[in-house]
């Protein structure tokens, strides 16, 4: 039983031992009556029609299994969005792709179709899946996605997934929150809302029915892709034939975000400051050589205002405008407002050239 579901089996066995935190496993208990439960139920209903689940196989083992949402029907295919964790290794740091593995599909009536993979990035955790055109899918619109702004904190969201085994469809509520994951990608947001393993790949959507993201799991809440990062990786999927990534070498976060004495230090000198605050600079990158240093707070990129971390990343993916060679630079103008280990340098202009990393 265990063994072809690809999980571990236990190193002896002893009363009292059982298997947690498995795919099968569900979320969202929506039995009361209240309205809240009634408007999850709703705005799941809504989209239910464009939630699939998959799972990967190799043999007959399977090997991971996730939710997915049907953004394109371009006859005589369909694709689906999900969590490229459906093709990576278990092992040791999960960055390996898995070769020849069967994706099977399982749409919204219980019905099993075989997919293939089209297109995956590894630093995103994204895939996309083609499978034949059925008539009891819907594209999910998700060109009204919502912009990743500030002033959203603590709007109400809903989760929504598919199990792989029994099809079921599932919801929860829950909240934005203002601040940052535990994991390495800076442009995950985070959420109150409690999912299952089985939800990761799934929708994030608004109080009003508008797509926020797509979800991975965490116990402690869901992180989410906003759609805006999403759709602008799928631009880079259909034009250059992977997510073009530049690497600037630092790492930042919204300042608004950022620890009290954090804010403090920088309150002091300029109460009315916003934008990304710069939390390491790599030595020899491109942000180093271009003066950029810990403490900076970047206020502007190409003279377009900056509010959090999703808009910084959102501009540095817009800026490939063609397939550029491993190494090739791409010069951009970065405005700070505060830079703490030059005492104030309000309005200083800095010139990064950005370089092209190699493929995963």
Known sequence: RLLPRGYPLPSKFAGGIRLVNTFELCFGKLDGYNEEHTSIKLLALSVCRSIVSLASFKGRIRQFTCTGTIIEHTPPSMRILTSASLI????????????????????PSGKLVIGTL?????????AVVNIKASPELREACIHNQVPANVKLSQSKLVAIGRAFESGELMATGGTLLHGTTKFDCQ???ASTCKITKAGIGGLIVGSDGK????SFYYKDGAPFLPFSIL??????????GRVVQLSLGLRIGSLQAEKLHVREQVHDSFP?????YVQMVSDKSPAADSGIKVGDVITKIDKLELFNAQEFHELILDKPKRILRHGEGMPFTVSCSFCMLDSLCLNTYALIIL???PLH
């Not at 990786?233 to 250059?240: A, E, I, P, Q, R």
């Not at 009315?272 to 990304?276: C, L, R, V």
């Open 118 to 126: 089209w297109k995956y990035d590894s630093y995103y955790n994204i």
């Open 211 to 214: 797509f926020m993201g797509m």
């Open 187 to 189: 442009q995950l947001m």
């Open 88 to 107: 990576r290794s278990s092992e040791e740091d999960g960055s390996k792709i898995l070769d020849k593995l069967k994706i099977k599909v399982r749409l």
């Open 355 to 357: 370089y092209v990393v």
């Open 272 to 276: 009315n400051a916003h934008g990304i």
């Open 231 to 240: 759709q602008k990786c799928l631009k880079h999927f259909n034009k250059f």
